[in-house]
């Protein structure tokens, strides 16, 4: 077994399921909020990898 893909595993299950209870706990507006700011955080972390990338090359 290799406990480093595990761990990885309970992280990332730990975190799609706060998500979920997020959006069910939360009101519509909130839900639109918490959208809006999942998507620029995504964004962000794309922008981030490509200078990573960018970088090292």
């Given at each position: ?14 975190a ?17 909020c ?24």
């Amino acid at each position: 077994m290799d406990v480093k893909s595990i761990t990885k595993g309970v992280a990332a299950g730990t975190a799609a399921g706060f998500v979920c209870y997020a959006l069910s706990a939360a009101g519509s507006r909130k839900k639109h909020c918490i959208k809006k700011n999942a998507g620029k955080a995504l964004k962000a972390a794309g922008i981030v990898l490509d200078e990573i990338t960018s970088a090292i090359m």
